[in-house]
């Protein structure tokens, strides 16, 4: 039986999702798409998880597209850029954007190569946490093609818009420091896995509703007017507070001892 190319442990709340193919630097063929496509979509849904870390087996977290493989076959190479409405995502979108839409933090643990498709499948989380020796590329130019899996709609709210023309026109390698840098990466780590737990952790001491209500608020609206912010600021807090895990965060403060564990989320 062929192994997966993905795999996904649950344990104390947190999930890690683990790509799996260090033979091919991990690098994304269809059955990639197709799984990291189905994990996403089953996070999303699963209400008792408190975060989602993601990383990799081998020496690179992503080397890019499997070019040789997803090309063989032009039926399978259409199918990733397919969609029903023009305001949809297809296929090799929705590997980066489904981060974006599950309600708790998504946290990219990134070693060695970071490239073209692999970028753009981390620039979905809402931090990664790089080693020092990890390297990253805008490398869809070198193919004469543009980026084109989701990554363009963090770029534009993480990078000046002249550091993303040129690394997205020159297809340029950088370190990880250099990634720091520009503000495409978060943090850098000795141990990127373990700081990933870390924040999964700390983040997992708050209320879920809180951290799913904030992670809609500023993803859907962060460049909507003023007024939008204001309601929405305003609806989410009135949903949070008739929420039952609102009261045990405050009983978490005033008596920690007697307070009990979180439930699950509400739906967002």
């Avoid at 104390?12 to 996403?40: W, Y």
């Avoid at 995502?89 to 970071?114: E, T």
């Avoid at 000046?160 to 297809?171: F, G, N, P, S, V």
């Avoid at 990127?192 to 951290?211: C, F, G, I, T």
Wanted: net charge positive; with cysteine.
């Amino acid at each position: 039986m062929p192994k997966s190319p993905v795999t996904v442990s649950i344990e104390n709340n947190i999930a890690l999702v683990t790509l799996n193919k260090a033979e091919k630097r991990n690098a994304l063929d269809i059955p990639m798409f197709k799984a990291l496509d189905k994990v996403s979509k089953e996070l999303k849904q699963n209400r008792a998880i408190r975060a989602v870390i993601v990383n990799a087996k081998g020496e690179d977290f992503c080397s890019g597209l499997d070019i040789k493989s997803v090309l063989s076959n032009k039926s399978s190479a259409l199918s990733l850029l397919f969609k029903w409405l023009p305001g949809q995502a297809n296929l090799a979108q929705r590997v980066s954007y489904n981060w974006r839409k599950i309600p708790v933090p998504v946290i990219m643990a990134i070693h060695g190569r970071c490239w073209g498709g692999g970028l753009q499948i981390a620039l979905g989380a809402d931090f990664r946490i790089a080693h020092e020796q990890a390297s990253f590329s805008v490398m869809e130019g070198k193919w004469g093609l543009i980026p084109d899996m989701a990554g363009n709609l963090v770029l534009r709210e993480i990078l000046a818009k002249d550091i993303a023309l040129k690394l997205t026109m020159t297809a340029e390698i950088i370190s990880a420091k250099q990634a720091l840098n520009y503000g495409l990466i978060t943090e850098l780590s000795d141990e990127p896995l373990q700081s990933a737990y870390d924040l999964a952790k700390q983040v997992s001491e708050r209320s879920p509703d809180s951290v799913a209500a904030v992670k809609k608020l500023f993803h859907n609206n962060w460049f909507k007017a003023d007024w939008v912010m204001l309601a929405k600021e305003s609806y989410y807090q009135i949903k949070i507070l008739l929420t039952k895990n609102q009261k045990i965060a405050v009983k978490k403060q005033l008596k920690p001892e007697q307070a009990p564990d979180y439930t699950k989320r509400n739906n967002w």
